[in-house]
């Protein structure tokens, strides 16, 4: 039983790292862009400009 929990403390520590390292890489506004995609489907990278088209509401 020690192996087992001596393999399982190794991969939380493992998992704890790369969780710091990914919020870090997140967090920097020079790398989000590229990382999260989100901003794509938004529309805030492209670099056109759309017709803005007002409607009457009653």
Do not use: C, W
């Amino acid at each position: 039983m020690k192996t087992v929990e001596k393999y399982i403390y190794k991969f939380v520590i493992l998992h704890l790292i790369f969780l710091i390292i990914g919020q870090y890489l997140i967090s920097k506004e020079t790398l989000a862009p590229y990382l999260n995609k989100i901003v794509y489907y938004e529309g805030v990278m492209k670099d056109q400009y759309s017709e803005i088209i007002e409607t009457m509401n009653r």
